[in-house]
């Protein structure tokens, strides 16, 4: 099926440093999500876009609609060792419910 | 507020077998949709419900199936099982089809 390209795969970072994750598409999207997955939990939502250009925060988070609708960045400023966990970004097209997913950011934070 | 619940959480099928999860959404929340997430696929839509209704089917083959009673309470099946049917089947459920979806812990299913 559709998927979206999340880069990169993985990071392993220090605490207190920042960090920054995309998406992109060859598709056009109207809607795009990042949400977190911590081991044996579901998808929690971190942040909604809704407006092409739109930038975002929530507390140490930050993300941004592309201008183009065909990609999305998100970044976490002084991370910390709770930001641990798999990173996705969403998308979803007009005319559709249905969500996109990336295959995800996997982060590790070393106190 | 109780969140998405999932039953079970994992379970254990043979291969040929059929199988059914349940997902109760958020109180007041219609709609309820479906993902299976795997290693290689990542998460990928299978269908959503509003209002006992299919609205919307992902790219899955009709093994895989579902259904929406009137108290918004959705199952899942899945017949004659593959094991790359093996995989995280995660609900999410909204309140109307304007709002974003809250996920559920997900059924492990895993097919011997």
């Known amino acids: 099926g559709q998927q979206l390209n999340q880069s990169p795969q993985s990071m392993f970072i220090q605490e207190g440093e920042d960090v920054s994750m995309n998406c992109t598409s060859s598709?056009?999207?109207?809607?795009w999500l990042w949400y977190k997955q911590d081991p044996g939990e579901g998808p929690v939502l971190l942040i909604a876009?809704?407006?092409?250009?739109e930038l975002t925060s929530n507390g140490r988070l930050t993300a941004q609609f592309g201008i183009t609708r065909k990609d999305s960045f998100l970044n976490i400023s002084a991370s910390i060792p709770s930001d641990v966990g798999i990173y996705f970004c969403?998308?979803?097209?007009?005319?559709?419910?249905?969500?996109?997913f990336g295959k995800g950011t996997k982060l590790t934070v070393n106190p | 507020k109780a969140g998405v619940t999932q039953t079970p959480r994992y379970l254990i099928k043979t291969r040929g077998q059929q199988v059914t999860l349940s997902c109760s959404p958020i109180s007041g929340h219609r709609s309820v949709s479906w993902y299976q997430q795997t290693p290689g696929q990542g998460l990928q839509f299978l269908f959503e419900y509003f209002s006992e209704t299919q609205r919307n089917k992902g790219n899955f083959p009709g093994r895989f199936s579902g259904r929406q009673f009137s108290n918004s309470r959705s199952e899942m099946n899945v017949s004659t099982l593959e094991l790359g049917d093996s995989a995280l089947y995660l609900c999410?459920?909204?309140?109307?089809?304007?709002?974003?979806?809250?996920f559920g812990q997900g059924t492990r299913l895993t097919v011997v």
């Open positions: 598709s056009i999207f109207n809607t």
């Open positions: 876009l809704y407006k092409a250009g």
């Open positions: 969403a998308g979803r097209q007009g005319g559709s419910e249905k969500l996109v």
């Open positions: 999410a459920s909204r309140s109307s089809l304007n709002t974003e979806a809250f």
